[in-house]
């Protein structure tokens, strides 16, 4: 099966419901559901906690810092914050899972406060009206945009059906937004598009996300994803034949002793360090102890 279709891994501490995630999914659904409550019964209770916790124009008055993490808490309705929540399960599981919990953290709330911050200050450059904002779009766009750099020919079925390439999808979103900003339509296009620049530096300055814009032109750089030839086996739990053309430490990463004993205890506490900080920070040695362990398991 091709590897260029998306679908989340599963094998050992490869999460469908990585930590972050998982949290961030129960904290907005929590969160709304006092919305909606303060709605309903208490409509005064609602102004309050938009005002506090919402990210308010600076010309407002009311702006205050901690707003530019709060907000992204904050949602305007239920299909609001479904799609933002579908959108960072489906998108985020594979980053948190290759980064780890921590920095995948960091980056999403960077993502979230780099989109406030160009909804606050640009619209007061261009001379734009502003309103208060709420939502974690800024955050998702960022995910989405990360995803799309770091496995940009992944395919995307839009309504479960029409495949669209990854980098194809969030570009033409992104286009969509550039262009939707100054319409009035109550979107916070600036936000998106400030959240997918920070991802977009983000992924610059840091060496180790393995991010390449070459990536995005089809020349692939090795171990760029789990679709790599070497990581496919944990998102398939399918063997993958060593590449004949690969240098002589390749050959012998995989032409390995399979009668070496690898104890349940040890593939434990690989798989730990993997959910406590990601792929990437394995020795070669721990990823070929998990190469064996799933060749044995098949």
Known sequence: MSNDYYRPGGFGGFSFFPPVIKNLLIINGAVFLVQMLSMSRFSGAYEIIIRTFGLMPIASGEFQVWQLVSYQFLHGNFSHVLFNMISLWMFGIEIENYWGSRKFLIFYLLCGVG???????????????????????????GVMLAFALLYPDRYIYIYFFIPVKAKYMIL????????????????????????????????????????????????????????????????????????????????????????TTISQAEIDRILDKISKSGYANLTEEEKRILFEASKRMK
Request: glycine share 14%; aromatic share 10%.
């Open 115 to 141: 989109g406030g911050l160009l909804q606050l200050l640009l619209p007061i450059v261009l001379g734009m009206p502003q309103a208060p904002t709420i939502g974690a779009s800024g955050a998702i766009y």
């Open 172 to 259: 033409g979103m992104m286009v969509l937004n550039i262009l939707g900003i100054g319409d009035g339509g109550g979107v916070a296009y600036l936000a998106h598009i400030g959240g997918a620049l920070t991802a977009l530096i983000y992924l610059m300055a840091n060496r180790d996300t393995n991010f390449s814009i070459s990536n995005l032109f089809g020349i692939q750089r090795r171990n760029n994803s789990f679709g790599s030839s070497q990581r496919n086996y944990y998102s398939s739990f399918t063997r993958q034949e060593p590449d004949k053309s690969n240098d002589v430490e390749d050959a012998r990463y995989y032409d390995i002793n399979e009668k």
